[in-house]
């Protein structure tokens, strides 16, 4: 069966290789990234026509993933220099620069270099005194007090005060706020629910000191999230306009200028110029609080998944993200070394189970849903072969997902928990007790009420393996007798994507997602019955309770919040709004002359201190 899998993927991979050498005009030689599609990725040969060597000369795919975590390259680095780092993406940055307003992970990467937390992290991804501000917990472990430091300036020179601390919190509260940050850490802020239904203007649980330099928030109930999900990322209210006197509509803010070509943070650079979509100069920030960084500038430029290696081989980019399904190649350029750790990240497929109400600012599951039935939603999770997908297509830098939290969080990660590995006889079993059967004749199951069953399927596009993966799972569903299409017969690409599934086009049914989820292993952001983020839109009392319990005062037991961690585990593995797919190894390419860079967690990625040695 492993075998007729890979077959199945090297085919895919090999029709889409000749259909990008016959679009781009280029022979054999000039597209050696096509042409490295048709191989075996756990070979070192090419396939045979046959495939019939593959038993005789395949490696271990997951051999050799010990990876180091910081560059080896312990030069004294030159006075100034430029960096250039490329961001990986087949789609432009939206360009919406700021913390409380962006959605997508390019637009995270672009504020990565001048935006800046006012707390540092561990490696644990809990926060410490060692950063622009420092804190202090209660006894009771309600509220916290939040100092700022004195030599801590916006880059236009202004101070930075606790109130543009308050300010993030009065947008992301604020009624008219749209976007996707009420999460629980906000509205367990004390009187943050009066204030995000319009029945005062202030919060009652924030208190700013009169010489502006510290902040106090006041939770309504303890929680352990504390240390990992506190909102620390401040607002420049003098320099985006102030919304709370009507200076500037939230609407108007989200589209502003000041936030969309003219950001400005404290972080060790500053935004020279934005091309919009495109690239970003950085230049130094002599005012940083850490003191001079040791770059002169950073020139941050959008490059293409199928264009990197090159760039990186070629020297025009020094540090960028690698697609893990061109790993065999990065491996043979020489001015660059590999970093990798597992990512914060999963990918997932997920089932369209309702709507958001975006009155009543919740999520609402419909019970006639064409995927309402969990047996059916667990049968197309018994039917997905992701083994074969991240061993022979990710050279095992991708691996089975199990459950929706990631292996990083291991106190919280529960590896016990029996979930749905591939196996289409017990796919077909579930189908035909949920009554989803054959009637005509034709290969593809009907519903339970006999009509024909077609399932709409949105994925996105990027990269040379984004066709082939959807079409492998849309065949492994197949192969257990139900028929899926791609939306619109294509992929779409990553920002319309998300319009279509945050907007729930009711023409999607199932969709290929994924999640990068932050420090704060809570869930309840993802897939609370308020989560914005919940595009499945599955609710349940019992979902509702564990997520709670999970960030609850009880849950300052770390044992206590192991075991809800490990019920609500349970309880997404047998309803299944989600089926993970992939965990996944972040790898990181970065020049042989880059120093002082490391991924490893709690290094906050140290841009003040990186450096070039040429």
Known sequence: MAKKQFMLLASLLLVLSVFLAACTGKDEKDGAGEKDTSKDPGKDTEQTEDGEDAEEVEEDPNAGLDFPLTVTNTGDPIEGGELNFGLVSDTPFEGTLSPVFYSGAPDADVMSF????????DGDYLITNDGAATYEVSDDNKSITIKIGDNVNWHDGEPVKASDLLYSYQLLGHPDYTGTRYTFMISNVEGMPAYHNGETTEISGIEVSEDDKTITITYTEATPSLLSGIWANATPRHHVGDVMT????????AASEKIRTSPIGFGPFKVAKIVPGESVLYERNDDYWRGKPQLDSIVLKVVSSASVLEALKKGDIDLSSVPVDQYLNAKEIDNI???????????YI????GKWDAEKKENITDPNARLADKRVRQAMWYAMDNETIGKELYHGLRFPGTTLIVPVFASFHDASIETPTYDPEKAKALLDEAGFVDVDGDGFREDADGNELVLNFAS????????????????????VGIKVQLLDGRLHE?????????????????????WGVGSDPDPSGLYGRTAAFNYTRYTSEKNDELLAAISGEQSLDTDFRAGKFKEWQELMVDEVPVAPTVFRYALTAANKRLTNYSIEPGTDLRLWQWGVTE
Request: hydrophobic share 40%; aromatic share 16%.
């Open 114 to 121: 001048f935006n800046e937390s006012l707390f540092a992290y």
């Open 246 to 253: 009507g200076e500037v509509t939230m609407e108007e803010l």
């Open 337 to 347: 070394e590999l970093l990798a750790k597992v990512d914060l990240a999963y990918t």
């Open 350 to 353: 997920g089932f369209k189970l």
């Open 460 to 479: 996105m596009s990027g990269g040379e393996t984004a066709e082939p993966i959807a079409q492998f799972y849309m065949q492994n569903w197949a192969d």
């Open 494 to 514: 990553f920002n319309s994507f998300y319009d279509q599934v945050e907007a729930d086009d009711p023409k999607i049914d199932i969709y290929q997602g994924a």
